[in-house]
Antibody, heavy 118, light 106 residues
Framework: EVQLVESGGGLVQPGRSLKLSCAAS????????MAWVRQAPKKGLEWVAT????????YYPDSVKGRFTISRDNAKSSLYLQMNSLKSEDTATYYC???????????WGQGTLVTVSS | EIVLTQSPTTMAASPGEKVTLTCRAS?????MHWYQQRSGTSPKLWIY???KLASGVPNRFSGSGSGTSYSLTINSMETEDAATYYC?????????FGSGTKLEIK
């Protein structure tokens, strides 16, 4: 059974940094592209970052480019999201997801809440 | 950026009613994916590559479309289908989602 378990969320002040982690199990982690998707309170879904199987390629939307960094450790079956220069608009539940056919998000974690506020 | 516009924003359907949700893309895409999100839970892949049902999805659901127009249909609405449904395109970066259709039971 595919399991994705996020951790690292919490309350952080604007301008500070936070690093999220996602522990994967139930599949061969190194074989799959992985991603982060977020959802602001009572809002829709927004793609945040994608990383290739080896980690050599990463993709971001303009809203987080230059501030967020996605990375992975295949030996530990873990995915990470380093978030710098956080803004109030980054407040959201962050989901770890495994990518599938044609960039569909095939499996999702339970999410971790990040609140950016002074 | 490809913008996805879902309609309606909200709707209510009676048990047994046929339901169609639509998703229109600002530019042509190769496929559309759909997600179901029940209140307080994580989204689940529901339909992928336009018309393929994800594992465990009842066959009263179907998906269709091409180019800039896609739809998700429920043949006969059931109580458990009440949720928000999002479309998503994976044809080009940035990957984008529609704003969702909230489907309620009448």
């Amino acid at each position: 059974e595919v399991q994705l378990v996020e951790s690292g969320g919490g309350l952080v002040q604007p301008g500070r940094s936070l690093k999220l982690s996602c522990a994967a199990s139930g599949f061969t982690f190194s074989n799959y592209y992985m991603a982060w998707v977020r959802q602001a309170p009572k809002k829709g879904l927004e793609w945040v970052a994608t990383i290739s199987t080896s980690g050599s390629r990463t993709y971001y939307p303009d809203s987080v480019k230059g501030r967020f960094t996605i990375s992975r450790d295949n030996a530990k079956s873990s995915l990470y999201l380093q978030m710098n220069s956080l803004k109030s608009e980054d407040t959201a539940t962050y989901y770890c997801a495994r990518l599938g056919h044609n960039n569909g998000f095939a499996y999702w974690g339970q999410g971790t809440l990040v609140t950016v506020s002074s | 950026e490809i913008v996805l516009t879902q309609s309606p924003t909200t709707m209510a359907a009676s048990p047994g009613e046929k339901v169609t949700l639509t998703c229109r893309a600002s530019s042509s895409v190769s496929y559309m994916h759909w997600y179901q999100q029940r209140s307080g839970t994580s989204p689940k892949l529901w339909i992928y590559e336009t018309s393929k049902l994800a594992s465990g999805v009842p066959n009263r659901f179907s998906g269709s479309g091409s180019g800039t127009s896609y739809s998700l249909t429920i043949n006969s609405m059931e109580t458990e289908d009440a949720a928000t449904y999002y479309c998503q395109q994976g044809s080009s970066y940035p990957l984008t989602f529609g704003s969702g259709t909230k489907l309620e039971i009448k």
